[in-house]
Every structure is written in structure tokens, then in C-alpha cells.
């Protein structure tokens, strides 16, 4: 494992602070809490020289990508994440309703996910920007869309149960270190069930070597393979899911990506570079549009000069 990787990230007071949160959102309302909200981040501001460092270089690259957008803040992004977390508890709590949201999707993806025995399932995408636990939480209550989602090992572990703790419901999810045949089985079994499975496309793995290097914001970025495996094993389509804070409402955009992933050996893998290309490009766009709903506080291009 790489020095910078993300699984290294220092994760003092983490479940420290996911336990000020949710009790805060339990006893007390929103606009009350959020004054409180900022003094839990300028602690954790004050105290992460590193993950400051890292923010300020995505910032710094965002901008030399995208000269026209305006100065950006450190700060601002870490308050940015605060309240992204905030909302992630009140949003199972009830405090964030389906009328908060604006859908902005494919209408006929859409009808797919409102409608019962749909076929097949489907892949989507998500990262780590802006607030994909409010379209989780709204989907978890669907009678007929079931959504799993691969999540690694430990780091999740502590925030989905103070979720849960929260009120969640309980959370399909799949833990994963490695695509090893008897995971893959499973999910076969699930995607042929109708079932869909959400997999982050811009967190590399714990362990393996399953990653490969495109062109994000200027520079070359490790990202994932497995989301793209995954669609070429399993023969499923892949599609985008953003989810981003406008003026107090939720803009959710659901939007088809790719077809399935075809090819073998050489080919399949230039599908796959071309595709991780693809996203990078997108993902590049949706920072521009929103560039403090990164939350990638890691050294995400792995240059320490």
C-alpha cells in the first residue's frame, strides 16, 4: 500500500465526531445545530495539517484547469464537508424530505427504478463529491428498487453504524477488500435478481493492484478498476449518480454512462482506459460546477514535493 493512500488516512476523532453529529441532529433542529457545526470543523480544521495540504492541492489544480473560476477557500471546503455530514444524518431522521430534492435525470431510467420486476440490474457509479447518502436513503425506502452497495472493509464501518444509530434502515451492504470469485458470484446472483450495486469509481482499492492511471484536472490520477470489471463480468450497464446542495435543495442527477463494457484482454482493458477517461472528465466537470463538494481529503494525485 501506497504511502498515500487513502486506508492510511489518520482517522482520530472520527467516530468522535460522528457521535457529537448524530446526537446533535437527534435532540435538535437544523438551523440550531449549524452554528454548533462550526466549531466541530474548525477543530478538526485546526488540526489536519495534512488533509488541509491535500484540499489546497485540488483546489490548486481545479483552478489551473478551469482559470475563470474564482478563488477558493480551504475553509470553506472543510465547512462545505460539516455540513454534507450533518445533512447525512438528518436526511434518515426525516429532516430532509422528498420534496428538498430536484431530480434531474434520463426519465426513462428513471421509470426503471419505479417499476417492479425491471429485469436485470444495473450498475451506478457513484464518488466521493457532493451528498450521495440522501439519494441512499431515499432509495432504501422504494418498494420496488434494491440497491446494494460495495463499501470497504473498516472505514465504513463506523459511519454506516452511527447511521443506523440514527434511524437508518439497515444498509445493504457488501464488504469488499478484492473481486474474488465467490464475491462475484454473489453479485452475478444479485445484478440477475434486478438488483442494483453502487460502487465508488474514485477511491482505488485497499490491496491489489486493480487501478490505473487517467487524467484528472491536469494531472495523472490512480482510479479504480472495479467498477468497470465489474460491468464487463457482469454484463451490466453503468450509470452516473450525483447528488449536489443548490440554494438549501438537493439536485440529484441520474443519468445513464455506458453501455456494458465489452472486449477481452487487450481490448477490454483499452474499454476500461477509455471509460475511466470518460468519468474523470465528467467527475473534472461536476468540481467545476461545485468545487468545495470534493471530499477526497487524502493526497489524491500521490505527489509529496
Known sequence: MKKGHWALQNERGNILALTIMRRLVAYFPLWLIRPILFGIVLYFYLTSRRARRNIARYQYR????????????????????GDSLLDRFAVWQGKIRYRDLLIEDDKALFNILRKPNQGRGQILLCSHFGNVEICRAFANK???FRLNVLV???HAQAFN??????????????????LNIELMLELQKRIEEGEW??????RIPIR?????KVRFLGDNADFPQGPWLLSALLKAPLNTLFCVKEKGRYRVKLQPFLPVISGAGMRRRQNILLAMQKY???LAQECAKNPLLWFNFYNFWNDED
Do not use: C, N
Open 208 to 212: 491489489g493492484a486493480k487501478t490505473e
Open 161 to 178: 453504524q452511527a447511521l443506523q444509530e440514527a434511524g437508518a434502515e439497515k444498509l445493504s451492504l457488501i464488504q469488499v477488500e478484492t
Open 280 to 282: 474523470a472528465d465528467l
Open 197 to 202: 450495486i453502487a460502487i465508488a469509481a474514485d
Open 152 to 154: 470497504y472493509g473498516k
Open 62 to 81: 481545479l483552478r489551473r484547469t478551469f482559470p475563470k473560476l474564482p478563488q477558493l477557500s480551504v475553509w470553506r471546503q472543510f465547512m462545505a464537508f
Open 142 to 144: 422504494h418498494p420496488y
